[in-house]
């Protein structure tokens, strides 16, 4: 059941045995598949000598560690304090029933995860979202829309 | 041999003992949670904190992890300790409304009521981490860790599912000061698969 | 005999948790005086830096070898004190900590003094214990012999990588040593991996070059005795009577399964329907199908749902070295519903572009297979739609397979209810956590991938190599707690083997039987149920002994008032509870002392007849519900026991509620209350045994009879599992036919002849069979039988005087 096989591989090639080296092992594996499954955390942490508790307290401390199967697209809303000004939270409410989810989830087709930030550093354009790479100035549900639908297109 | 002053009286330590230790050995109480004798301290719930005098100014440390050091004039039952507790049990009724032993020790601090609002009133645990102390030191397992951060963190196993890394001891029971082990260890240990009969051949 | 016990008992005052409620002088006063006491202090806190020096300093002033500590939890606190104690050389089993805080002080109404006397005779009891106890002295490991990696199964050469990238010379046994002849046939245990060939293959050759391995010519292993670092292997000869022999010093075992297809029910035929090895096969054969070619995940259907994920992952992976080389072909993967799909987000984007299409079907609509269509329920639209197939490929069906099955039968691993070798293995001491990997990797193990397959042999070689460095640096030592047999003792009767769960008795070497077992101390457990059950007691449990075990109970028992009684709680159910009774502040009858054991599994059933021999009144045992047990059916075993106590009883005409079974939860600190007060209550009730002549007769021959009547302990050992089980070993008969017909004869004849044993070997004088009868109102003939056994078993002499027998003890 390891569907993280590939880059399981190379990544216990590449690092080596000690505690140290968790928090890349974990990077890695986030970078390329979107999420930790348990039983790739299972294997990093024993190749890094550490027990499985450990890791999960990690994964878990970290927002950028995910330990579900993402979407293939993410949505990230930022909730900064200028965003949150400019409507950010509406925009989450919106796209929470637009797509039957709430934040922090993952649509039933696997197509959209959802997800709020603090701050993406782009007050300036606030309310800001960011679809995959695309960020998104002065988002409207409207634009919302046609970024999705582009994105369901690739 | 060190020589330090506790409530004005002279006690003597050993270099590596801590505040608290020697406090006990003198038969001196500080009240204390989120400590205990069989695992190492945290210094987590302060509610050991101590007043250390230095001439004009004092300044407060958590005694179960403070070492001890020549010279130093500790106070245990100062206005300023006093008023630290009772902050630590206000916030704790409001954090942990659930758990009876908190509610009786808060009593006989004078504490009955929290001024703080109430998020869980359901909330036993006080995510001290002595049972995840526990299950490290004692049983050298570490079936449960602490997970998440800030108002987010709890105990519990990897994934939140029942782990068979878990041996079901009771050690953490035993350690936690509110109770609240006593339901997380639910989650926790496994249900043995009913089979009867293995017979290894 | 005093063993040089010099004891130093330290009384905790614990802040103001033991000390206003118990009086701790008194206590003192009681205690300091006793054989082998050499000095008792009131210490404020002992377990904390202060207290621990006071105590190292008393250690090292007056040669203590043993200390008691009588304190709180000894689940929590023993092990700190076994650490700061260590470099004074005390060791495991030379400390006690006796929870006075949370059995004693705040549990009950009693006076301090009172209290102080209750922890007085627990303490006293530990003393007893601690006299008896001869430390074993701490024995290392030394595997000096190479790993032997066999079984044939492709973790092999994972494992024998990393033993390799260790430095560790080893022997690998495989089937066959072609590289490229093990990947042709890989396919059929390992479906759809081809991807990871390439990094195989260069693991096998670096394997096979490397030159830490050591070849053996191959064959079928036959057999292996011996222990940890000590191992003998014998292999067949084919077309040959002998066999080859080999020293090993650790076994890993690489064993895969086996994939079947499923039956005809599914369409199956070989031909157009395939299942997934054979059509890896073909694809590996470059014959790239054309057309339609639908995967059908039917693990669910076919009862594995368990395997469904890996056996679309095989799929994914041959549906894409379909369209890489034939673009045109329809590639179609129809799974249940339930699955979750075992695809990142970027595999599925990718798969959406090459063309392959994840299907669900309605799990409540079985997928039927008609003449070029497919027809499955759609989750969408509840419509019955059609897919057209050339080809089919099913799931297949994964099985442990005849030739793993064999080699896991000899090594000792295989658990004939279950289909593959991962079990739940009594979990006691944190490095059991994970032993299985150590030694048993491969799709023979748990159904699963190559990569997991490869992982396991690599985590295994890994644990292997630790090991063995370990041991060669003189750093691996035997735990204390593990049990040894008595060779002179044995006779190899294997009850022992067949009770153990922990697979840790074995056959001291490889030819015939007949030969003394031999426990493996680094496989054992310290479970202890199999040196209670040995008919000829040549087990011990070491630093955890019957004989320490039996002086805290006789020293215990003999201090019971007529109301009091002993209570054996294990450590995983009993006494959890109650520690965290005593945590809560919850009360009972104070007539309870509790004594703590890591199974009841361990008490041999002449410590729970030395109880009564010594005065209590009544024995609870409290232990786990019997899918609970850490030791695997320790607690069925003590149910037994508790079962023969309550048959001699009777024929005492004792009341058999006297010693009764309890299960507590360790998190019902509450439930554990209620059993105690029950019994308590009834014990009153029926008041203590008369210390009669007859009754202490009666006493002393149960006790003679279960410790050292072979006959009754086999017979015992030979039934101790539950009359529900499906394994009755022995005929396969009802239990409780066995227990009327054969059992409780057995046991009315050897009692009897106990009795006799016990009325002449107090009395020594002879005997004639009418006033032996008379007194103990058994008939005439009876007697006369039982008087002849013991004449030829030796124990009693005949003599004939006016043509009547007397008989006189030979003791």
Redesign the interface.
């Given at each position: 059941m390891l569907q993280q096989a590939e880059i399981l591989e190379s990544v216990l090639e590449r690092y080596p045995s000690k505690p140290e080296y968790l928090i890349f092992m974990l990077q890695d594996i986030q970078a390329d598949c979107g999420y930790i499954a348990p039983e790739s955390m299972e294997i990093i942490c024993e190749h890094a000598n550490v027990p499985i508790t450990q890791g999960y307290s990690v994964a878990t401390f970290y927002q950028s560690f995910r330990l579900e199967p993402q979407g293939e697209h993410e949505i990230k809303v930022c909730l900064g304090t200028a965003c949150h000004l400019k409507g950010g939270e509406r925009l989450v409410e919106n796209l929470e029933r637009k797509l039957d989810i709430h934040r922090g989830e993952t649509t039933e087709d696997m197509m959209f995860t959802l997800n709020t930030v603090n701050c993406l550093g782009a007050c300036a354009m606030a309310p800001v979202a960011v679809v995959d790479d695309e960020y998104i100035s002065s988002t409207t549900p409207a634009k919302l829309d046609k970024s999705l639908k582009a994105a369901q297109q690739q | 041999m060190i020589t330090f002053q506790i409530n004005d009286t002279p006690v003597e330590a050993e270099p590596g003992w801590t505040v608290l230790e020697t406090a006990r050995h003198y038969g001196i109480e500080i009240p204390t949670l989120c400590y205990h004798e069989a695992v190492s301290p945290s210094g987590a719930c302060r509610l050991c904190m101590v007043e250390l005098r230095d001439g004009d100014w004092s300044k407060l440390v958590a005694s179960c992890i403070f070492p001890v050091a020549e010279g130093i004039r500790i106070y245990t039952e100062t206005e300023r300790i006093d008023n630290v507790r009772r902050w630590i049990f206000e916030m704790l009724l409001a954090e942990v409304p659930a758990s009876p032993e908190i509610r009786e020790m808060a009593t006989q601090y004078g504490v009955e009521s929290t001024r703080f609002s109430v998020k869980d009133p359901d909330e036993d645990c006080m995510v001290c981490g002595l049972c995840t102390r526990a299950c490290e030191e004692i049983v050298g397992l570490s079936a449960i860790s602490l997970m998440s951060r800030g108002v987010h963190k709890k105990v519990g196993a990897p994934f939140s599912r029942p782990t068979e890394v878990c041996v079901a001891c009771g050690c953490c029971v035993t350690i936690c000061p509110t109770g609240a082990m006593r339901r997380l260890i639910e989650s926790v240990r496994e249900t043995p698969e009913v089979t009867l009969t293995p017979l290894a051949v | 005999m005093n063993n040089n016990a010099k004891i130093g008992i330290f009384l905790c005052k614990c802040?103001?948790k033991i000390e206003p409620m118990v009086d701790l002088p008194v206590l003192k006063k009681s205690v300091a005086g006793v054989d082998g006491v050499a000095c008792c202090d009131i210490l404020?806190?002992p377990?904390?830096?202060?207290?621990l020096?006071e105590i190292n300093q008393k250690i090292q002033e007056l040669g203590l070898n043993r200390i008691i500590v009588a304190g709180c939890?000894s689940?929590?606190?023993l092990?700190?004190f076994e650490q700061k104690m260590e470099a004074n050389g005390l060791q495991k089993g030379q400390i006690d900590v006796i929870n006075l805080r949370g059995h004693v002080a705040g549990v009950s109404d009693l006076s301090p003094k009172e209290k102080a006397e209750k922890g007085s005779k627990l303490i006293k009891a530990s003393v007893a214990e601690m006299i008896a106890f001869t430390p074993s002295t701490r024995k290392s490991v030394s595997i000096e012999r190479p790993p032997v990696v066999l079984g044939g199964g492709i973790a092999s050469f994972a494992a024998a990588h990393e033993l390799a990238q260790e430095g560790i010379d080893f022997m690998l046994s495989i089937p066959e040593r072609d590289p490229g002849v093990i990947l042709d046939h890989l396919c059929k245990t390992y479906p759809g991996e081809r991807?990871?060939y390439p990094?195989l293959k260069k693991i096998i050759d670096e394997v096979l070059e490397s030159p830490h391995t050591t070849l053996l010519q191959p064959g079928k292993l036959a057999g292996l005795a011996g222990i940890t670092g000590d191992y003998t292997l014998s292999f067949a000869v084919p077309d040959a009577m002998t066999r080859r022999q080999y020293a090993a010093g650790t076994i890993i075992a690489c064993l895969d399964g086996e994939l079947v297809p499923p039956g005809p029910e599914f369409g199956y035929d070989g031909k157009t329907v395939l299942c997934q090895p054979e059509f890896e096969e073909m694809l590996y054969e470059e014959k790239i199908p054309d057309g339609h070619t639908v995967f059908w995940v039917c693990d669910y259907e076919t009862g594995q749902p368990e395997n469904a994920?890996?056996s679309a992952?095989a799929a994914f992976n041959m549906g894409k070295f379909i369209l890489q080389n034939n673009p045109k072909a329809g590639v179609v993967i129809l799974y249940n519903e339930q699955m979750?799909?075992?695809?990142?987000?970027?595999?599925?984007?990718f798969a959406r572009k090459m063309g392959i299409i994840w299907v669900p079907y309605d799990k409540s609509v079985r997928p039927i297979l008609q003449a070029d269509f497919v027809n499955f329920g759609s989750i969408n639209d509840h419509l019955e739609h059609e897919l057209p197939w050339d080809q089919i490929v099913l799931s297949p069906i994964r099985k442990m397979g005849e030739k793993s099955r064999t080699a896991a039968?000899i090594l000792?691993?295989?658990?004939?209810?279950?289909e593959f070798l991962s079990?739940?293995h009594a979990?006691?001491r944190?490095?059991m956590?994970g032993r299985e990997e150590s030694y048993l990797a491969g799709s023979a193990r748990y159904a699963?991938?190559l990569?997991?397959a490869l992982?396991q042999g690599r985590?295994a070689g890994k644990k292997n190599a630790e090991m063995i460095k370990k041991s060669r640096g003189g750093a691996l030592f035997v735990p204390q707690v593990v049990c040894i047999v008595d060779t002179d003792k044995c006779v190899a009767c294997g009850q022992c083997q067949?009770l153990?769960?922990c697979?840790g008795i074995g056959v001291a070497e490889l030819v015939g039987g007949g030969l003394p077992r031999v426990v493996d101390p680094m496989v054992c457990t310290g479970g202890g149920t199999c040196a209670a059950a040995c008919p000829y007691n040549a087990l011990t449990l070491q630093n955890n002994t019957n004989a320490q075990r039996e002086a805290r109970v006789a020293a215990l028992a003999g201090q019971m008032a007529d109301h009091e009684f002993v209570a054996y709680a294990c450590?995983?159910a009993g006494l959890?509870?109650a520690?965290?009774a005593g945590?809560?502040g919850l009360k009972y009858d104070p007539a309870i002392h509790i004594l703590g054991v890591p199974c009841l599994g361990q008490l041999d059933p002449s410590i729970m007849a030395r109880a009564f021999l010594e005065g209590a009144p009544g024995l609870l045992l409290v232990g786990c519900s019997?899918?609970?047990c850490?030791h695997?059916f320790g607690i069925d075993h003590a149910w037994s026991r508790v079962n023969l106590m309550k048959k001699l009883f009777v024929f005492c005409g004792f009341d058999r509620r006297r010693i009764t079974l309890a299960h507590a939860d360790?998190?019902k600190p509450e439930e554990l209350i209620k059993t105690m007060e029950s019994f308590a209550k009834a014990i009153k009730a029926l008041g203590p045994i008369e210390k009669t002549p007859e009754n202490m007769s009666k006493l002393q021959s149960i006790y003679r009879l279960v410790k050292s009547n072979s006959r009754v302990r086999l017979l015992l050992s030979a039934g101790l599992r539950?009359p529900?089980?499906?394994?009755y070993r022995g005929d396969q008969r009802c239990a409780l036919q066995y227990e009327r017909e054969d059992f409780i004869s057995a046991l009315k004849e050897e009692f009897l002849k106990s009795r006799l044993e016990t009325v002449m070997t107090k009395e020594k004088r002879p005997f004639n069979i009418r006033e032996l009868a008379s007194y103990l109102t058994e008939e005439k003939k009876s007697v006369a039988e039982q008087l002849g056994e013991l004449v030829s078993e030796g124990h009693v002499n005949v003599q004939y005087k006016e043509g009547k027998p007397l008989y006189l003890s030979v003791n």
């Open positions: - | - | 802040g103001q404020p806190y377990c904390l830096e202060p207290g020096n939890e689940r929590l606190m092990k700190k991807t990871h990094r994920q890996l992952r979750p799909l075992p695809v990142t987000a970027a595999e599925r984007k039968k000792g691993i295989l658990h004939e209810d279950k079990t739940h979990k006691v944190p490095e956590v699963c991938d990569t997991d992982n985590k067949e153990c769960d697979g450590s995983w959890p509870a520690d965290n945590n809560m019997p899918e609970d850490h695997s360790m998190n539950r529900w089980e499906h394994t």
